[in-house]
C-alpha cells in the first residue's frame, strides 16, 4: 500500500511541476522558438487541409511526398513548441 501512496504523490508532484512551468515567464529565446512552431504548424495544417477540401494531390498533380512531410512537421512543431513553452527563467542562476 505504501508504494501506491508513493506513486500518487510522484505523479500529483508531475503535475503540480508541469502547471507551475507552464504558468512560468518563458525565456525570450524559447519565446521565439515557439512563435517559429506556431507559425510553421499553421502553414503546414493549412496546406493539408486545402488538400483534403480541394483535392490538391489529384487535381493538380502535386507530390503527396509535401503532405507526409507536412504531418511531420505538424508533429515536430507540436512537440517543439510544447518543450519551449515548458522551459522557465530560474531567478536563481547567477550569470558569471
Given amino acids: 500500500m505504501n508504494a501506491i501512496?508513493?506513486?500518487?504523490?510522484?505523479?500529483?508532484?508531475?503535475?503540480?511541476?508541469?502547471?507551475?512551468?507552464?504558468?512560468?515567464?518563458?525565456?525570450?529565446?524559447w519565446k521565439k522558438i515557439l512563435k517559429i512552431c506556431i507559425r510553421l504548424g499553421i502553414i503546414a495544417t493549412s496546406l493539408i487541409s486545402a488538400d483534403q477540401?480541394?483535392?490538391?494531390?489529384?487535381?493538380?498533380?502535386?507530390?503527396p511526398t509535401l503532405f507526409t512531410i507536412s504531418g511531420y512537421i505538424i508533429v515536430a512543431c507540436t512537440v517543439l513548441g510544447l518543450g519551449a513553452k515548458l522551459t522557465k527563467t530560474d531567478n536563481n542562476d547567477t550569470a558569471n
Avoid: D, G, H, M
Fill in 5 to 29: 501512496k508513493k506513486f500518487l504523490l510522484n505523479i500529483s508532484n508531475f503535475f503540480i511541476e508541469v502547471k507551475t512551468r507552464w504558468n512560468a515567464e518563458t525565456p525570450i529565446f
Fill in 53 to 63: 477540401v480541394f483535392n490538391l494531390q489529384s487535381s493538380y498533380n502535386i507530390s
